[in-house]
């Protein structure tokens, strides 16, 4: 019998309510993220894997991005993302799927946005996929959560449904993941290391792909 994926069992709520307490605060990181990467590189097609409830999806300026495809596994996330963002859903195309199971059309997308989602997939078939649906020269943006000597993987919030993903999440070195997406012939064009005041350290990653 297959076990059902942890993500499928977390109440957007709770996941909100987890990632917006102040003993972990990544909902407004991980916003500002999302919106410098779409200010830098102005995107006319979009794809956000891992997109949850569409945090940062207010920061798009649909006048440049003509058309966002926003993946998640989780169907209550994508109804509450088609909610708050209803008047866009002429250039918003949900798919619920797991990312090995959505099939956007290839070399579609300019940039590919995916923060804390590489943690709980395989990351070489993933990449493979991803490369496929980038234009020639088009750019992944990642976000890594790395390894802390302070707190576990998942931060304690006092929402007990969000500890479920503790045992399918594995944390990826910047290098590592590097290497395993040079060998899906991407190419990193910049890096940082961003600390927040939990003490949790993030990869911030742009990589071009086919070049």
């Known amino acids: 019998m297959q076990e059902i994926n942890p993500w499928l069992t977390i109440p957007a709520a709770d996941y909100e309510g987890h990632m917006n307490s102040p003993q972990v605060d990544q909902l407004s990181f991980l ?97 493979h996929r991803i490369g496929k649906w980038l234009l020639p020269g088009g750019r992944l943006s990642v976000v890594l959560q790395l390894e802390s000597a302070k707190q576990g993987p998942v931060s304690e919030s006092g929402y007990q449904s969000v500890k479920s993903v503790a045992g399918i999440m594995r944390l990826i070195p910047p290098d590592q993941f590097s290497a395993i997406a040079a060998a899906q012939n991407f190419r990193l064009e910049s890096g940082e290391t961003e600390t927040l005041p939990s003490g949790k350290e993030f990869f911030k990653g742009i990589y071009s792909c086919g070049g």
């Open 31 to 127: 916003s500002r993220i999302f919106r410098d990467v779409l200010e830098k590189y102005m995107p006319r097609h979009l794809a956000v894997i891992g997109c949850t409830t569409g945090n940062g999806f207010e920061h798009i300026d649909f006048s440049v991005t003509r058309q966002v495809t926003a993946v998640d596994i989780n169907p209550e996330y994508i109804e509450v993302l088609r909610h708050r963002y209803s008047r866009h859903l002429d250039r918003i195309e949900t798919i619920c799927a797991d990312l090995m199971d959505c099939h956007p059309a290839q070399h579609s997308f300019d940039l590919v946005h995916g923060a804390l989602i590489f943690e709980y997939v395989d990351p070489a078939p993933a990449l």
